[in-house]
């Protein structure tokens, strides 16, 4: 009985110090493939709101890997791209017809998305068993996402004419804005308070994966101080200023003089009013959505 006893204490320890062996054996061999910078991973943005990227990480830890990348949007449209009856034709260029210093005046325009955009990730797994993490960084390029622009020069006479708008809507203020036409060229921006924007999401996949190829995807939000139009703006009378543009965020109610005044118009219509209520909406929230899918190629 005591042979057997004994027989069995051995196996049990025999067992015990197998399993401590291969815990240790596998925790070992996890830091050793998540090491201090020891294995390097390149990235190709399939989906993102920045366009096309490239990304380059390492792992810092077993749970912890970071990743910097760099993306452009190269895209334009000055011409129609379908049919639209009584706007444009397609394979026509964009025009509109506008107030200018008092003058009608047909603008050929172009919808220009050309941006810039720097990024930096820190990725966290919770566990290493599992492919989701927690992601925070930071996005940080150009405020743009849509440039409005004429495509063909304004006529000299208009050089400073300028559109002009009220802040607040209070067209009985006494610091009248214009944007200003500059070399014949007249622009408004549809775009992003920050150029800096802070990032905070989650997802699922390692940019540094275990096997050669893999593939991250990524959901989350970009803290960007609200979306809305931003222009170049002088005060006509310079009050309080150094006479240099200011650039920012118009509110709703300056928005809505501009496209009066663009217009010819004198008071908005429902339709006009319920957009700007809108408009109004979107540019006072400061975070929008950010998904992105990247394919990821581990160098070594």
Request: aromatic share 8%; proline share 4%.
């Amino acid at each position: 009985m005591k042979k057997v006893l004994y027989s069995l204490c051995l196996l049990f320890a025999l067992t015990a110090m197998g399993v401590d062996a291969s815990a240790q054996k596998a925790k070992s061999a996890r830091n050793d493939q998540f090491g201090l910078i020891n294995h390097w991973a390149i990235g190709i943005d399939l989906i993102s709101p920045d366009g096309f990227g490239i990304n380059v990480g390492t792992c810092i830890t077993p749970w912890l890997q970071v990743r910097a990348g760099y993306s452009i949007v190269p895209w334009s449209i000055t011409k129609w791209p379908v049919d639209i009856q009584g706007v444009g034709a397609k394979g026509q260029p964009i025009s509109a017809n506008i107030k200018l210093g008092g003058e009608d005046v047909t603008m050929q325009a172009g919808a220009f998305m050309t941006r810039h955009t720097g990024n930096i990730m820190f990725d966290f797994f919770p566990s290493r068993k599992s492919s989701f993490h927690l992601t925070v960084g930071m996005l940080a390029g150009n405020d743009n996402l849509i440039t409005l622009k004429n495509t063909a020069p304004l006529d000299a006479r208009f050089e400073n004419v300028g559109i002009a708008f009220y802040p607040g809507g209070d067209k009985k203020a006494t610091n009248l804005h214009q944007v200003l036409v500059k070399d014949g060229n007249i622009g408004l921006t549809i775009g992003r308070k920050w150029c800096v924007r802070p990032y905070v999401g989650l997802g699922w996949g390692s940019f540094v994966p275990s096997k050669r190829v893999g593939v991250l995807f990524d959901m989350g939000l970009e803290f960007n101080g609200g979306l809305g139009v931003i222009v170049n703006a002088y005060d006509i009378n310079n009050l309080g200023s150094d006479g240099k543009a200011v650039r920012g965020m118009m509110d709703a109610a300056g928005l809505q003089t501009l496209i009066l005044d663009m217009a010819g118009k004198e008071e908005a219509d429902e339709s006009m009013r319920n957009a700007m209520n809108i408009y109004k909406t979107i540019s006072s929230i400061p975070v929008s959505g950010y998904v992105k899918l990247s394919l990821v190629v581990k160098l070594f």
